[in-house]
């Protein structure tokens, strides 16, 4: 059972190399969807103000209104995503094979209490993520530019992907969000 899973996510890294050599977009897409299929408008709103305020980040929602785990596993593996909003039990669910990047250095865990959970973690070298303890996601609801636009739904994490294309764009942007 452990060989096959290795084989599928060594399958995924391909593609995920695969496609990343097909050309590099500018900007940051954030992949969102959520299991109360809310609306496209606060999203909206999020965006507008995160692309006035930060616009040389070129940020974008790819906010996909009915929650599907095939379409989440798509996304992480070949989505070009550099940050996925996604329920907790998802967030948790993928980064145990070391899907996210660790925010410590960015963001203060006692902030984000509700972030920092047990998940995989890739060293250089190993083909294994080893489980450590660390900061992997920031709370939607406790996300001041979710606040100002009201939609703070419970249960979201939003997560910087190993596998982002920038991946110091995708913390600054997660950072303005979080900082309003």
């Given at each position: 059972m452990k060989r096959k899973k290795m084989g599928i996510w060594m399958l995924l890294i391909a593609s995920i190399l695969?496609?990343?050599?097909?050309?590099?977009?500018?900007?940051?897409?954030?992949?969102?969807?959520?299991?109360?299929?809310?609306?496209?408008?606060?999203?909206?709103?999020?965006?507008?103000?995160?692309?006035?305020?930060?616009?040389?980040?070129?940020a974008e929602f790819n906010?996909?209104?009915?929650?599907?785990?095939?379409?989440?596993?798509?996304?992480?593996?070949?989505g070009g995503n550099s940050i996925v909003i996604l329920p907790e039990d998802s967030i948790k669910i993928y980064g145990k094979d070391g899907a996210h990047v660790v925010l410590d250095?960015?963001?203060?865990?006692?902030?984000?209490?509700?972030?920092?959970?047990?998940?995989?973690?890739?060293?250089?070298?190993?083909?294994?993520?080893?489980?450590?303890?660390?900061?992997?996601?920031?709370?939607?609801?406790?996300?001041?530019?979710?606040?100002?636009?009201?939609?703070?739904p419970d249960g979201m994490l939003a997560c910087v992907l190993i596998n982002a294309p920038d991946k110091d764009a995708a913390i600054k942007v997660l950072q303005k969000l979080a900082e309003g």
């Open positions: 695969m496609l990343a050599g097909c050309g590099k977009e500018d900007g940051v897409l954030i992949f969102m969807s959520d299991k109360a299929s809310s609306s496209r408008e606060g999203i909206d709103v999020i965006q507008e103000k995160l692309n006035a305020d930060v616009p040389d980040l070129k906010y996909s209104p009915m929650f599907d785990l095939q379409k989440v596993l798509v996304e992480y593996a070949a250095d960015y963001f203060d865990q006692a902030d984000y209490p509700d972030g920092v959970f047990e998940s995989g973690v890739l060293k250089d070298g190993d083909r294994d993520a080893t489980l450590e303890k660390h900061l992997f996601g920031i709370p939607v609801k406790d996300m001041k530019m979710f606040q100002d636009a009201g939609y703070t």
